[in-house]
Nanobody, 121 residues
């Protein structure tokens, strides 16, 4: 069974930091790309960051470049999203998903439950 478990969300002030974790099971990072997505109320789901399963290269949405960093620990079957210099517009439910795309949610078949990140101004 392919499963993803996201955690680490919470309430933080603007300018603060959070680290999200996504624990995977039933597959490996070589099988699928694991991408962080987010969805704010009334907005479409947006690809935030990923590590390409093919070559380990990283991809980021323009809105988070320079502030967010994606990484993973193979031994712990966990992918992380370090979020620094958070802004109120980063407020969203964050999901991790596994699939064969990069940042387009269309190509992802397996989704974890979301974790809510709220950034206060």
């Amino acid at each position: 069974d392919v499963q993803l478990q996201a955690s680490g969300g919470g309430l933080v002030q603007a300018g603060g930091s959070l680290r999200l974790s996504c624990v995977i099971s039933g597959f490996t990072f070589d099988d699928y790309t694991v991408t962080w997505f987010r969805q704010a109320p009334g907005k479409e789901r947006e690809g935030v960051a990923c590590i390409n399963r093919a070559d380990g290269s990283t991809y980021y949405a323009d809105s988070v470049k320079g502030r967010f960093t994606v990484s993973r620990d193979h031994a712990k079957n966990t992918q992380y999203l370090q979020m620094n210099t958070l802004k109120p517009e980063d407020t969203a439910v964050y999901y991790c998903a596994a699939g064969r795309g990069l940042l387009d949610p269309w190509f992802f078949d397996y989704w974890g439950q979301g974790t809510l990140v709220t950034v206060s101004s």
